[in-house]
Nanobody, 124 residues
Framework: QVQLVESGGGLVQAGGSLRLSCTAR????????MGWYRQAPGKQRELVAT???????NYVDFVKGRTTISRDNAKNTVYLQMNNLNAEDTAVYYC??????????????????WGQGTQVSVSS
C-alpha cells in the first residue's frame, strides 16, 4: 500500500521558517493531488495547500503569501515551505495524497492516503 513519510517538523521561533517534506512510497502509480492539512489543539483538521500532478496549486487564505507548496514528481515528494511562522501555525501537519485507479481509461477507484503527521510548534 502507499505510505506517506513526512519530515521537517520541529520547534521554531515566531517569524522563522520550516520546510516540510512528504514522500510517497510503495505502489505510487496513479497518485494525483498531494497536499498538506493541519490540526491545531482543540480544532478540526483543515486544509493548508494542495498541488495536482500537473502543477496547479491551491492555498487556504491564511497561508497565502508566506507558504509555498512544491512537488518533485520524479521523487514522489511534496514540500511545504512555510515562512513567517506564528503561534497560530502550531499544529500537527498531515500529508495527504489521492490515488486514482483507471480501468480502460475510466476512473475505477479513488483512494485517500494520510501520513502519520509531523508536529510544528512555534514559540513566541
Amino acid at each position: 500500500q502507499v505510505q506517506l513519510v513526512e519530515s521537517g517538523g520541529g520547534l521554531v521561533q515566531a517569524g522563522g521558517s520550516l520546510r516540510l517534506s512528504c514522500t510517497a512510497r510503495g505502489p505510487i502509480s496513479g497518485i494525483g493531488a498531494m497536499g498538506w492539512y493541519r490540526q491545531a489543539p482543540g480544532k478540526q483538521r483543515e486544509l493548508v495547500a494542495t498541488m495536482s500532478s500537473d502543477g496547479s496549486s491551491n492555498y487556504v487564505d491564511f497561508v497565502k503569501g508566506r507558504t509555498t507548496i512544491s512537488r518533485d514528481n520524479a521523487k514522489n515528494t511534496v514540500y511545504l515551505q512555510m515562512n513567517n511562522l506564528n503561534a497560530e501555525d502550531t499544529a500537527v501537519y498531515y500529508c495527504h495524497a489521492e490515488k486514482t485507479t483507471y480501468l480502460a481509461g475510466i476512473t475505477f477507484r479513488t483512494s485517500d492516503f494520510w501520513g502519520q503527521g509531523t508536529q510544528v510548534s512555534v514559540s513566541s
